[in-house]
């Protein structure tokens, strides 16, 4: 089991799977997942802590006459695996059958090639960690920003899954995540973020650059008035409140009553001009993988069609309670998005800022603390952070503060009314599920604002 | 086998040393939890996750570095602390303002949270603990209302999570802490308008299974479920313009944790959650400034017996006891870990707190509460002409610096010449933290005081931590409802 001081997978996998036989199970996926994780998090300017995180990872789903269980295991001597998977098969005899359980997918299978999952110049880009943060910081200094705080991430990773059903598959990626929010004062403050998997791509002085930028422009904001705007939003605000949409596209969370798409499949539900995919296949996306949680391969997966709701994300036992197949975005428990990716419309920004013309529009560059009165009606609201402004007559016109969106997901969907043509990926603190997606611009949007 | 972890862990500190470490800390954390997933009456999944592992954090040339490993092996826990003092260095060098960690008294300690005997996680059968499950909603399922409740979901979580804490300065904190969680999602609808309502159960407490007939859950959820069912089949329109609230522990609770608990915390103060969580409108030389009217004392207590949020030491080693963050509506003290508490010369309040062995130690709240006051519950609304009683909430929100704050109400009554009348739905506070605290003008007594659990998010990563807050009643006046 030990070699060299480190666990081979191959034997994880291998004891694993010989002890899930010896208790009969009927079906299991194992995954074991071996990664080195880095980061740099910095805070008025400066670095204020440095972390690596190495660890390995056991994972089993498992299904004995239809009573299904789970492990998570960081706990990987011989005995521990063991002695969990003994507990295991105990909890298994112990639980009553599952009738929403069908099965997990059945081999043989045949795994998509994706291009940039793993990038070879991570070492070097280890080296260069903090002269990178640096750079950023930097670059948002020289437009004016008094102080900076954020963080960058990277990691390595090999990804492993073994199943019942003639599953055995190996996948290693590489990844990094860079936050900045830059501040000229208290209450005017820019951020942005830069993702992916390619070191040779990434920019973080661009992302420290227009930080800097939305933080210089909010100097000398003033209360915004609640009432009904139009709302142009940067990618990174439309990627946590209209990819909502879509992402509530589970089935999962509609039998839970925390989605608002409960019998929409085959509805409108936006406009014609918005077409949204679940991808897994996205070169340089951070949710890319060819493999889901149950060993079956992902793909390409239409959610909305020009407006109509199409499908859901599905794994095995899902897709057959619903009359379909699986999309290969089976999770530990319910179906999980891969990259989320809105296809892109035909504006650039300042177009976009032409067609506000006549209405009063919010610009809307960051959010926050997303939360729901009733998921299953979409009935929410989100705060606006760092730079937010009006546009007047085409132009951004002066910087606005404390205000709040309070509308329902659905209206925020329903009423997009133009889309930008520049995609850019976003996964940050508030947004989970990589989602690549354009400017926004939305009509008749409920805009609140707390009382003094 | 601990043993052998504990070796390691001090292996860790000796090899700190060696490194140049000016402060090393391990700490070892083995974590046991059993989970259960209810889908609308079916059980979707039993679940168990262990975890075992070493985090290391070094100070060193004024910078921080931190690793952590959950191979147990001398070579990975090496490679964790040459990373960890490497980092530090590396980083250290670079910084213009130097990072220090405030001195503090070291201890030796053991303390523990036990769930009964019989009543530990680890001691109840998973079949007893799903049948509790299945019942509880059934319960719901089959309750007589005018509403339906087609949507439940539950989760039943425990754990049992043991800590061995070790720095060079001679700190040895050892503690063992049963937990358990239930959360609940329940939607009803009325069959006659398809309108819904939501309602989030989250209960949680340091001990075992014991913990479901302290909250006589199956009594609870019954409650809970048929008020829900009232309020989306009976409740009329909220009343709009200037009125006053009385609101309930519930909502207390969570003003409590977020237009307080949140602003107070070093870091956050500091601007080190500034990507993240946010700063905060209060600033260090605001301590000893007005920020409530005088009923407002708002405490933070990690000691309270049985409490989600318990401990003794936190975990940086320092000795916990209660904080007065508002003292009769003055802003008194933070939230403080040793690294804040030296940027502001002051020294911790023990809130040093980290989520796992593979999380940093920051500030974070506990239990956060309104400290009674000395009326009766009557009393609160004797004189309000018109107002809204709000109990608990629903949707809530509050801006990344804690200024202006939302929360929405799910049981609710109109106020009406000193009565409490019909119910009203979904009524609204959006107003700022100094104007909600400034408001407050009656707390009611001891005997009515309660708390809720709740999962605190902060960090990147993030770490989620077990807190309660609370309160009793308390009135606000002259609220502008539009």
Do not use: M, R
């Given at each position: 089991m030990i070699m060299g001081n480190k666990i081979e997978i191959k034997n994880i996998l291998d004891l694993t799977a010989n002890k899930l036989n010896s208790l009969e199970f009927d079906d299991y996926a194992i995954t074991a997942n071996r990664g080195n994780r880095s980061q740099l998090r910095f805070a008025d300017n400066q670095i204020t802590i440095a972390k690596n995180w190495a660890s390995l990872e056991l994972g089993v789903f498992a299904a004995k006459d239809s009573k299904t269980v789970a492990i998570e295991l960081q706990d990987l001597s011989e005995n521990s695996i063991a002695s969990a998977l003994e507990s295991l098969g105990k909890l298994a005899k112990s639980l009553p059958p599952n009738q929403n359980y069908f099965g997990i997918s059945d081999g043989p299978f045949s795994y998509p090639a994706i291009e940039y999952l793993a990038d070879t110049d991570f070492v070097e880009f280890h080296d260069q960690s903090i002269d990178q943060v640096e750079g950023a910081i930097n670059a948002a200094e020289a437009e004016g920003a008094k102080r900076s705080a954020g963080v960058l991430a990277w990691e390595v990773k090999e990804e492993h899954l073994l199943s019942s059903k003639g599953a055995s598959v190996s996948e290693n990626s590489t990844s990094y995540e860079f936050s900045i929010r830059s501040f000229i004062d208290e209450t005017s403050s820019g951020a942005d973020v830069e993702v992916g998997r390619l070191f040779s791509k990434v920019d973080f002085e661009r992302a420290g650059t227009k930080a800097g930028e939305i933080a210089k422009m909010a100097i000398g904001g003033t209360n915004g008035d609640p009432g009904k705007y139009n709302i142009l939003l940067e990618p990174r605000v439309a990627a946590d409140i209209v990819a909502a949409t879509p992402g509530a596209a589970n089935p999962f969370m509609v039998d839970i009553g925390m989605s608002w798409l409960k019998d929409k499949i085959g509805e409108p539900i936006g406009p014609e001009l918005i077409s949204v995919y679940d991808d897994a296949l996205l070169p340089n996306g951070l949710g890319s993988k060819s493999f889901d949680d149950e060993g079956h391969p992902t793909g390409r997966n239409v959610i909305v069609e020009k407006g109509i709701l199409k499908g859901f994300i599905h794994n095995t036992s899902t897709a057959k309670k619903a009359g379909t197949t699986s999309t290969g975005n089976a999770g530990l428990v319910l179906p999980q998005n891969s990259n989320v990716f809105f296809e892109p419309g035909e504006h650039t920004f300042e177009e976009l800022l032409e067609l506000t013309k006549g209405k009063p529009t919010l610009y809307i560059t960051n959010n926050w603390y997303t939360r729901f009165t009733s998921y299953a009606d979409g009935i929410f609201s989100s705060i606006p952070r760092d730079g937010m402004f009006i546009i007047k007559n085409g132009e951004i016109s002066k910087p606005v503060r404390e205000l709040r969106i309070s509308d329902t997901m659905g209206n925020v969907f329903k009423n997009v009314t133009a889309l930008g043509k520049e995609i850019k990926q976003i996964k940050s603190w508030e947004v989970n599920v990589p989602t690549f997606i354009p400017h926004v611009l939305i009509e008749d949007i409920n805009i609140s604002a707390a009382t003094k | 086998m601990p043993s052998s972890s504990y070796d390691l862990a001090e292996k860790a500190i000796e090899e700190g040393e060696k490194l140049g470490a000016q402060y090393i800390e391990a700490r070892y954390v083995n974590s046991l939890m059993n989970t259960s997933i209810l889908k609308n009456g079916v059980p979707e999944l039993g679940a168990i996750a262990r975890s075992n592992g070493i985090g290391i954090r070094v100070l060193k040339d004024g910078g921080v570095g931190f690793a952590s490993f959950n191979e147990m092996t001398k070579e990975e826990m090496s490679i964790a602390v040459a990373f960890a003092t490497k980092m530090a260095e590396a980083t250290g060098k670079r910084r213009s303002k130097k990072i220090v960690f405030s001195d503090e008294k070291v201890h030796e300690v053991k303390f523990e949270a036990l769930g009964e005997s019989g009543k530990r996680p680890f001691e109840v059968d998973p079949e007893a603990k799903i049948k509790r499950l299945m019942g509880i909603d059934k319960l719901i399922a089959e309750l007589k209302t005018n509403a339906v409740i087609p949507f439940r979901f539950f989760q039943m979580l425990d754990e049992t999570e043991k800590k061995y804490i070790i720095t060079n300065e001679g700190a040895k904190i050892e503690s063992e802490i049963d937990r358990l969680q239930l959360f609940g999602i329940v939607v009803a609808v009325n069959p006659t308008t398809g309108s819904k309502e939501q309602m989030m159960i989250q209960k949680g407490k340091t001990g075992g299974l014991e913990s479901l007939d302290y909250w006589k859950i199956e009594d609870f959820v019954t409650k809970e479920a048929t008020k829900l069912s009232k309020i989306v089949t009976e409740s009329k329109d909220a009343p709009t313009g200037i009125i006053d609230y009385v609101v309930g522990p519930n909502v207390i609770g969570i003003m409590c944790h977020e237009n307080t608990g949140h602003p107070t915390e070093g870091d956050r103060i500091l601007g080190r959650e500034g990507a993240q969580a946010g700063e905060s409108y209060l600033k260090k030389d605001m301590i000893g400034q007005q920020i409530g009217s005088e009923h407002v004392t708002i405490i933070d207590d990690p000691t309270l017996e049985g409490s989600y949020g318990y401990y003794l030491y936190d975990d940086e080693g320092v000795k916990a006891g209660p904080r007065y963050l508002h003292n009769k509506g003055v802003f008194e003290e933070m939230l403080h870990n040793r690294e804040s508490a030296a940027w502001m010369g002051t020294n911790s309040t023990a809130a040093a707190r980290a989520i796992g062995f593979n999380r940093e130690p920051i500030p974070r709240m506990a239990n956060t509460y309104l400290a009674p006051g000395t009326?009766?519950?009557?009393e609160l609304f004797e004189d309000i002409k018109l107002g809204v009683f709000m109990n608990n909430f629903t949707e809530w929100n509050i801006d990344d610096r804690r200024y202006q704050s939302k929360y929405v109400g799910l049981e609710a009554y109109l106020i009406e010449n000193g009565e409490i009348k019909h119910m009203v739905r979904r009524p609204v506070i959006e107003t700022t933290t100094p104007k909600l605290w400034g408001s407050v003008d009656a707390v009611a007594k001891e005997k009515y005081l309660e708390f809720d659990a709740a999962t605190c998010g902060k960090g990147d990563p993030m770490q989620g931590a077990p807190v309660y807050h609370g309160g009793s009643f308390m009135r606000i006046r002259n609220v502008e409802v539009r």
């Open positions: - | 009326f009766e519950y009557e």
